[in-house]
């Protein structure tokens, strides 16, 4: 018997509603390490309730008060990195060094939301008539909730919570069912914030649970992260029962090389991207285009680092990359792999038959690269979410930026250029939402909104920074006569 995680609503620890039970497996090793419940519309009842509860008090909690909260938050957190990292890694796979990165990446967004006194401030016309002043108020709107996915456990519910709380709102975190281990230790350690109780709830689940926050009537604003296909749902479902609603989508993001540049810097960082997290990061590099000779100059040497990178358990030290998530994940790749060969790409190298010794029962895929892919072909268009990397050859930078534009996603996308006149034009007319610039990663920081185009995001205020901030908030207009003579009176 494996244990049986239970929800934390109302300041308790309480078991589901719902009757399904759906294992958690370490993707390293293949073994069942706990079991998550599938949920039940009863949990988001439970949790809605408890949280539109506190939510008066809170919301009247001054602002400067509530951020307290917030920095022993902060400080929790770093007191157990590598505890949490550890749970992190067990769970989903990634190395224990990512999962500290993860980590890392979760706090700042804490550190901004510690300013919302200041982030919260409006603005003020006074006389905008003789006597009369009139100026904005930002104030929570109630109940948020986050509905996360499996590949940052950590970092993506801090996209949004730290914003909505300090804002005066209560809320309610639904993890992914694959790996809900992570967020109930950190709520463990939250226990010691002595939050109010129902400031802050999770509920576990699945399916059932999403569909459940989507109707609840006390959950006015929704931040969802996951799939584009149930982005969509979400983001639909949410607006319309008359929700507010961010939903982070799919990618698949283009690395475009240029002939001049650096092809050490560059392929480094373009294999950590492509790899890092075995491919499952939103904005990891998915296709590679080479501009001209840039082909001949990088090809050789991405497939020789991407080589010499170790897959493995995450937790062993000199391992490079971990496991996929499941082996559902790991089949629906591997069929990809064949798709791509059978539309006629090059297979450069072929991660696919990887033993790693000791972890036999893990979902393990080496790094795989596909080169001449065509880009009217699947293998192109899919967004993949694993460590499978895709080469496209074009001329001119404006065949590459057409490429990108004409994908459905609009994650991210990064030009390896010396020239600064190649990296504006490519800046100002590439359709995606967060641009690198001899940069593998565009995540932004937490100070920056993460901004994805297209179907990598439906709805117009993005995560982090003041797009969650006014995400949380609505404004309220204020117009006031305050006449000398009514005073004089007194
Ligand atoms: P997913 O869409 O399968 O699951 C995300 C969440 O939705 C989970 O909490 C899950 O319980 C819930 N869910 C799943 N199916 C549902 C359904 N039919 N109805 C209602 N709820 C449902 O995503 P995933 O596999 O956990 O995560 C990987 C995906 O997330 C990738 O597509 C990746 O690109 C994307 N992602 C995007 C960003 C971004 O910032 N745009 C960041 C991280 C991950």
């Known amino acids: 018997m494996s244990t049986i995680l239970k929800n934390y609503i109302n300041g308790q620890w309480i078991e589901s509603k719902g009757s399904s039970l759906i294992d958690v497996v370490n ?30 008090a809170w919301r009247n909690t001054p602002a400067t008060q509530r951020v307290q909260y917030l920095f022993k938050m902060k400080a929790v957190l770093e007191a157990h990195t590598d505890e949490i990292a550890a749970i ?39 006389d905008i008539a003789t006597g009369v002043d009139e100026f904005v108020i930002r104030q929570p709107l109630g109940v948020g909730a986050c509905i996360s996915p499996f590949n940052f456990p950590i970092m993506i519910p801090f996209w949004f919570m730290p914003y909505a709380i300090a804002c005066g709102n209560t809320y309610i975190i639904k993890p992914s ?12 350690l939250f226990e010691t914030l002595n939050l109010p109780k129902g400031v802050l709830n999770m509920v576990h689940g699945g399916r059932e649970t999403v569909d459940a926050i989507l109707e609840h009537p006390f959950i006015p604003a929704i931040s969802f992260v996951g799939s584009t296909a149930v982005a969509k749902h979400v983001y639909q479902t949410g607006a319309l029962n008359g929700k507010r609603v961010q939903a982070q989508g799919g990618a698949k993001n283009a690395v475009v090389v240029m002939p001049d540049a650096d092809a050490e810097t560059t392929v480094k960082i373009i294999v950590d991207s492509a790899f890092g997290c075995a491919g499952q990061r939103c904005l990891a590099a998915s296709v590679v285009i080479t501009v001209g000779d840039a082909a001949e100059k990088i090809t050789p040497k991405v497939i020789a680092l991407a080589q010499s990178k170790k897959t493995g358990n995450g937790m062993v030290a000199d391992v490079d990359m971990g496991p996929v998530i499941s082996m559902e994940s790991k089949d629906r790749i591997l069929k990809l792999i ?13 991660g696919r038959d990887i033993k790693v010794t000791g972890f036999e029962d893990g979902n393990f895929i080496g790094p795989t690269i596909l080169g001449k892919v065509n880009a009217e072909s699947e293998v192109y268009k899919t967004e993949i979410f694993g460590p499978v990397l895709s080469i496209v050859n074009v001329e001119t930078l404006e065949e590459a930026i057409e490429l990108i534009n004409k994908n459905r996603y609009g994650n991210s996308a990064c030009i390896f250029t010396r020239s600064g006149a190649a990296a504006r ?22 100070f920056f909104p993460f901004s994805g185009w297209k179907e990598s995001f439906f709805g117009d205020l993005h995560g982090q920074s003041s797009h969650a901030v006014e995400f949380y908030t609505q404004t309220k207009v204020v117009i006031e006569r305050w006449n000398d003579e009514w005073s004089r009176k007194f």
């Open 425 to 446: 034009k490519f800046r100002h007319n590439t359709m995606a939402g967060n641009i690198g610039v001899n940069i593998g990663v565009a995540a932004p920081m937490a």
């Open 338 to 350: 064949q798709t791509g060969i059978d539309e006629g790409a090059e297979l450069l190298l072929d």
């Open 177 to 188: 069912e694959k790996v809900p281990m992570t967020m109930t230790r950190i709520f463990e």
């Open 27 to 56: 993707p390293s090793t293949g073994q069942r390490i706990c079991r998550v419940p599938a949920g039940s519309k009863k949990d988001i009842e439970d949790a809605a309730s408890s949280a539109n509860d506190a939510w008066g």
């Open 88 to 126: 992190c890694t067990h769970e989903c796979g990634k190395t224990f060094a990512e999962s500290k990165a993860e980590m890392i990446r979760a706090v700042e967004n804490i550190e901004v939301a510690c300013g919302i006194p200041t982030l919260m401030q409006s603005v003020f016309s006074e």
